[in-house]
C-alpha cells in the first residue's frame, strides 16, 4: 500500500524559499501522477501543482505560476515542490498526494481525482 509523507515546510519570510519533498514507501511512483495541494487557515484545500507519472506537463495554478516548480526522481521514489519568493498568502498546510493515472491523460489538480494522501506539512511565511 502507497503511504506518502511530506517533509520540508517550516516558518520562511517573505521572499524565502522552500522545498517540499513528497517520499513514497509501500510502492513505486512510477505508475502515479502526483498533485500537490494546500489548505489556509478557514479556507477549502486547492490544488497547487501536479505532475504527469512520466515528469512532463507540469501544472501550476495562477497564484504560483513562475515561482513554484515540481519535479520528481522516480529513483528516489520522491516528489518535489521548489517554492520560491514565497508570499505571506502561500501560508498553508501543504499535502502531496498521487493516483493511478496514464501520461496520456495528463495531471490533475482536481482533488476528488486522487486516493492516496500524505498527512501534510506546514508551511508559514511570516516578517
Known amino acids: 500500500q502507497l503511504r506518502l509523507v511530506e517533509s520540508g515546510g517550516g516558518l520562511v519570510q517573505p521572499g524565502g524559499s522552500l522545498r517540499l519533498s513528497c517520499a513514497a514507501s509501500?510502492?513505486?511512483?512510477?505508475?502515479?501522477?502526483i498533485g500537490w495541494f494546500r489548505q489556509a487557515p478557514g479556507k477549502e484545500r486547492e490544488g497547487v501543482s501536479c505532475i504527469r507519472r512520466n515528469g512532463s506537463g507540469p501544472s501550476y495554478t495562477d497564484s504560483v505560476k513562475d515561482r513554484f516548480t515540481i519535479s520528481r526522481d522516480d529513483a528516489k521514489t520522491t516528489v518535489y515542490l521548489q517554492m520560491n519568493t514565497l508570499k505571506p498568502e502561500d501560508t498553508a498546510v501543504y499535502y502531496c498526494?498521487?493516483?493511478?493515472?496514464?501520461?496520456?491523460?495528463?495531471?490533475?489538480?482536481?482533488?476528488?481525482?486522487?486516493?492516496?494522501w500524505g498527512q501534510g506539512t506546514q508551511v508559514t511565511v511570516s516578517a
Open positions: 509501500g510502492a513505486t511512483l512510477d505508475r502515479y501522477a
Open positions: 498526494a498521487a493516483v493511478v493515472r496514464p501520461s496520456l491523460l495528463g495531471c490533475t489538480m482536481v482533488e476528488a481525482s486522487y486516493d492516496n
